[in-house]
Structures are given as structure tokens and as C-alpha cells.
């Protein structure tokens, strides 16, 4: 397969492009997943390796955002809950932060290679906008969400919380009220099956969407002749990305705030505080 790199005049694809035809799932935002986890386990063992009570400046970064992090998730999730969870969500949020950075990197997606005759496609793609890794992410987390819940409250103390009775109603009272709490109960259910959905549209939309917004600025000039072409695809989307600086950080925050609270709204009647 004979590889030619191309500077991009098309829009990218909402789908993820595969690098070779005999790999469809080695997409060029797998590849960038790959390059992104070894960047962040490289930074952690940097950071961690030799620890010392005078820390140099990359322990002490890792150090104070490790701290930030675990200051911040335990005011959400309890005392009790954060020495379980605190590894997954602030992995995530690590994970999605450097990813929505790593995006902003010239070359990842405005250099396309050529595979074929007509076939061009980005070499690289931000990770986050592909809708298969945000998926992957939200139901990963899902799955771990009702396992530390089912451990904390137990199957029927579960089912108590979102479709028993409130309130302390008893007699005939609570009986009338017990469709309404059935049908509340299933609306819970509902909702608790589209937070996936939720947590993964968000943050593929909010990524996709700056992609697309700063491929559109670098192409406003690409009709002018050179050098003013070259000097537009430079200055134009050159605003944009403080911009998506800022939404990456913000969009990272939110998945992994939200984590929490769902967290904390499953177990909070364990904590001490979240019983009155």
C-alpha cells in the first residue's frame, strides 16, 4: 500500500478511517489512543520512579494535579467511597485531558495520507473524536458504577432506593402511592441506561465539533494565492485554539465530575453526611 501525505482540503469524517484495509479496527484515532496512553504511563513513571521530599518539577506537577484531583472527587464522593474510585476517574480525566490536547497538535488531523487512488484520510485522528472510544469509556465506567454500588447498598437495597416508598409512608397511604413510586422507579432505570449515551455523546460532539471548527478556519484563505493562503491557514484558526484548550480542560472535568455524582447519588446514604 503505497502511503502519500497530502495536506487536507476535505472536511474529516465523523467515523474513524482504518489505516490498513486488512485491520479495520486500526483506525487513525486507535493509533492515537496508543500514542497517548504511552505518553501519560511515561509522565506517571517519570513522575513516580524516585520520589523524594524535594521534589523536582515533574513530580511536583504530578504530585499537585494528583492532589487537586483527589481534594476535589473526595468533597463529592465521601470519604469512604474515594479510595476506591479515585484511580478510575482520575485516570480518566488524565486520559481524556491529554487526549483533547493531543488533538491540538499540528499534524493531527491536517496531515492525510493517500491509500489508493481516490482514498485520503487523516494519518491521525483525535481520539475523543471518535464515538467508539468516548462509548468505551462511559461503559466501562458503567460497569464499575453498578459494581461498587451492588457492593455498597446490595441488589435489594438497590432496588429499595429507586422504587420503594419514601418518606417513611406506611398504611393505606403507602399503598396508594406505590404505582407512583413504580413509575418513578422505572424512570430512574431508564435514565440510569442512557447515561452512557449521555456521558459519550457529550464529549465525542464537544471534540468532533472542534475538529471540524478548526479544519473550516485553516481552509477560509486555502482560494487566496500564496503566500497569503499559507499565512490564513495559520492566523485564522489561531484563536480557536486557546479556545478548544480551554473546552478540552472543561469537557475532561465534566465526564469525570459527572462520574462522581452518579457515584455519590448511588451511595451517599452510606455516608455519614449523605444520611440527612
Same mark, same amino acid.
Given at each position: 500500500m503505497e502511503l502519500t501525505y497530502l495536506l487536507a482540503a476535505e472536511s474529516p469524517t465523523v467515523t474513524a478511517n482504518p489505516l490498513f484495509p486488512s485491520i479495520p479496527w486500526f483506525t487513525n484515532s486507535v493509533l492515537v489512543t496508543i500514542i497517548v496512553t504511552v505518553l501519560v504511563v511515561i509522565w506517571a513513571r517519570r513522575s513516580t520512579a524516585k520520589m523524594t521530599l524535594m521534589p523536582d518539577r515533574i513530580q511536583n506537577l504530578f504530585e499537585a494535579l494528583v492532589e487537586t484531583l483527589y481534594i476535589t472527587f473526595e468533597g463529592i464522593v465521601g470519604k469512604h467511597m474515594i479510595p476506591k474510585v479515585f484511580p478510575l476517574i482520575a485516570t480518566q480525566f488524565i486520559f481524556i485531558l491529554t487526549a483533547n490536547w493531543f488533538g491540538l497538535i499540528p499534524g493531527v488531523g491536517t496531515i492525510w495520507i493517500r491509500t489508493g487512488t481516490d482514498v485520503i484520510q487523516p494519518l491521525l485522528r483525535p481520539a475523543n473524536a471518535d464515538l467508539n472510544m468516548t462509548l468505551g469509556m462511559a461503559l466501562f465506567f458503567m460497569a464499575w458504577w453498578l459494581l461498587w454500588t451492588i457492593q455498597e447498598v446490595g441488589v435489594i437495597g438497590f432496588l429499595k432506593e429507586n422504587f420503594a416508598p419514601k418518606g417513611? =409512608?406506611?398504611?393505606?397511604?403507602?399503598?396508594? =402511592?406505590?404505582?407512583?413510586?413504580l413509575f418513578v422507579g422505572v424512570i430512574e432505570m431508564i435514565s440510569i441506561a442512557i447515561?452512557?449515551?449521555?456521558?459519550?455523546?457529550? =464529549?465525542?460532539?464537544?471534540?468532533?465539533?472542534?475538529?471540524?471548527?478548526l479544519h473550516t478556519m485553516s481552509n477560509l484563505g486555502a482560494s487566496l494565492p500564496w503566500p497569503l493562503n499559507w499565512l490564513c491557514s495559520i492566523l485564522f484558526p489561531l484563536p480557536f485554539y486557546f479556545l478548544e484548550l480551554l473546552v478540552g480542560l472543561l469537557q475532561a472535568f465534566v465526564f469525570a465530575m459527572l462520574c462522581a455524582v452518579y457515584i455519590k447519588l448511588s451511595t451517599q446514604h452510606e455516608e455519614g453526611e449523605g444520611a440527612h
Open positions: 417513611g =409512608l406506611k398504611g393505606a397511604l403507602r399503598l396508594v =402511592l406505590l404505582p407512583l413510586f447515561r452512557p449515551v449521555s456521558l459519550s455523546f457529550r =464529549l465525542f460532539g464537544n471534540m468532533y465539533a472542534g475538529e471540524t471548527l
